[in-house]
Nanobody, 125 residues
Framework: QVRLVESGGGLVQAGGSLRLSCATS????????MGWFRQAPGKEREFVAA????????YYADSVKGRFTISRDNAKNTQYLQMNSLKPEDTAVYYC??????????????????WGQGTQVTVSS
C-alpha cells in the first residue's frame, strides 16, 4: 500500500532551476530505495537518479550528472530532485519510483515496483 505523489513541476526558462518533491505514505522499509525517471513525448522512459534508504549512496544518469541532485528526508517520508541548469531536452514528465532493494542501480522501469502519477517539467529555450 505504498503511495507516491509528485509535485513541483512547471515551466522554466533554460538555465533555471526546479525542485521536485515526492511525498510517500504507507509502509516504509529499511532497504527502501527511491528514484526518478522521466519520459518525453515519443521517447522511452529514461532513468534519471536513484538513492539508497539512508541517503548515502546515489546514482545518476550521465545526462543529468552534475546538474541534478537527489535527496531524501525519511522523517518527512519525502524525496527530492533538485534540477539546476535546466535544458530544453530535460522537458518530460518526471515520475517518482520506489522499490524494496539494496541495489539502486536499476536503470529499467520494470525494476521498480511503485510509481507516482508524474509531474510535468517544461524547459523553454
Amino acid at each position: 500500500q505504498v503511495r507516491l505523489v509528485e509535485s513541483g513541476g512547471g515551466l522554466v526558462q533554460a538555465g533555471g532551476s526546479l525542485r521536485l518533491s515526492c511525498a510517500t505514505s504507507g509502509r516504509t522499509f529499511s532497504n527502501y530505495a527511491m528514484g526518478w525517471f522521466r519520459q518525453a513525448p515519443g521517447k522511452e522512459r529514461e532513468f534519471v537518479a536513484a538513492i539508497s534508504w539512508g541517503g548515502a549512496v546515489t546514482y545518476y544518469a550521465d545526462s543529468v550528472k552534475g546538474r541534478f541532485t537527489i535527496s531524501r528526508d525519511n522523517a518527512k517520508n519525502t524525496q527530492y530532485l533538485q534540477m539546476n541548469s535546466l535544458k530544453p531536452e530535460d522537458t518530460a514528465v518526471y515520475y517518482c519510483t520506489a522499490q524494496v532493494t539494496l541495489d539502486i542501480r536499476r536503470v529499467n522501469s520494470y525494476e521498480w515496483a511503485y510509481w507516482g502519477q508524474g509531474t510535468q517539467v517544461t524547459v523553454s529555450s
